[in-house]
């Protein structure tokens, strides 16, 4: 069992940045791949970027590419997400996900077998 929590949102003006943070427990950390959704009331659950287990390769949206940086940190069991150049279509509750097979299905929701609680992030223009 893994257990979820995000923290960092927050409120933040367009342009600037963010760092989101997900503490994850459990000692299996690095065998599970990590991924970042977003979801708004209007909108399905989207995926954002993720990390994979096995080799660290990192995969964004076409939405976030260039402005989201996803990374881990093994030692403290915690994934994060840099985000810079924000927009108000950024606002969102962001969601951090584990994967425990580390699948190729990484931007698919069902891929996910844990979820923390969410974290708003607001972006004002």
């Known amino acids: 069992q893994v257990q979820l929590v995000e923290s960092g949102g927050g409120l933040v003006q367009a342009g600037g940045s963010l760092r989101l943070s997900c503490a994850a427990s459990?000692?299996?950390?690095?065998?599970?791949?990590m991924g970042w959704f977003r979801q708004t009331p209007w909108k399905e659950r989207e995926f954002v970027a993720s990390?994979?287990?096995?080799?660290?390769?990192?995969y964004y949206a076409d939405s976030v590419k260039g402005r989201f940086t996803i990374s881990r940190d093994t030692a403290k069991n915690t994934v994060y997400l840099q985000m810079s150049g924000l927009k108000p279509e950024d606002t969102a509750v962001y969601y951090c996900?584990?994967?425990?097979?580390?699948?190729?299905?990484?931007?698919?929701?069902?891929?996910?077998?844990?979820w923390g609680q969410g974290t708003q992030v607001t972006v004002s223009s």
């Open positions: 996900a584990a994967d425990g097979y580390d699948s190729m299905w990484y931007t698919r929701t069902f891929a996910y077998d844990y």
């Open positions: 459990g000692p299996t950390f690095s065998t599970y791949a």
């Open positions: 990390i994979r287990a096995r080799g660290g390769r990192t």
